[in-house]
């Protein structure tokens, strides 16, 4: 029913920055709470940013204020902006959404970031 396409994934220096997208499917978008998760390998999925239908948004504590999450109706798209990059930010960047108020969850395929010198 909605599907997510990511990109903006790459091999990026500690301190640079990455813009992330996610494209979603369908006319559904205005309706959709998206989020950005992370997954390193051994570790457990995490949860990097959300931003609901009214542009709240929140973002966990390891941000630290380096992350922003932003969405752009017309273009269907959400966005997560990351700078001053560290190698623990090293994962897989999964693009999810869910409608306003209901619990089904879709996912995208995902964007490997990856930084490293």
């Known amino acids: 029913q909605v599907q997510l396409v990511e990109s903006g994934g790459d091999l990026v220096q500690p301190g640079g920055s990455l813009k992330l997208s996610c494209v979603a499917s369908?006319?559904?978008?205005?309706?959709?709470?998206m989020k950005w998760y992370r997954q390193a390998p051994g570790k457990e999925r995490e949860l990097v940013a959300r931003?609901?239908?009214?542009?709240?948004?929140n973002y966990a504590d390891f941000t630290e204020g380096r992350f922003t999450i932003s969405r752009d109706s017309a273009k269907s798209t959400a966005y997560l902006q990351m700078n001053d990059l560290r190698p623990e930010d090293t994962a897989v960047y999964y693009c999810?959404?869910?409608?306003?108020?209901?619990?089904?969850?879709?996912w995208g395929q995902g964007t490997q970031v990856t930084v490293s010198s």
């Open positions: 999810s959404a869910h409608r306003n108020g209901l619990a089904k969850t879709y």
């Open positions: 369908g006319n559904m978008f205005s309706s959709l709470v």
């Open positions: 931003i609901g239908t009214f542009g709240v948004t």
